[in-house]
């Protein structure tokens, strides 16, 4: 039986997600206003310390300009 570990994918998700921002040149501040959510919040999902809620993703998106399934392209999904 394999094993889901929440911790290890909200890492990976917040590690694609800074990788994607910093290939658009955005701060976490430019995403924070673009989104409406706070700055402390994008940092925490970028540590994986936070895990979005799948109603936000098209949010995320729209602030990167990128289709919601770039946010797991890496990821294998």
Do not use: C, H, W
């Not at 909200?10 to 910093?22: I, P, Q, T």
């Amino acid at each position: 039986m394999d094993y889901y570990d929440a911790k290890a994918e909200s890492k990976l998700f917040g590690e694609r997600f800074r990788e994607l921002r910093r290939l658009k040149g955005l701060t976490q501040e430019d995403v924070a206003n673009r989104t409406g959510l706070a700055v402390s919040t994008i940092s925490r999902l970028e540590r994986g310390a936070f895990t979005i809620g799948v109603n936000k993703l098209p949010l995320l998106a729209d602030a990167l300009d990128v289709p919601v399934r770039n946010l797991y392209k890496e990821l294998g999904y």
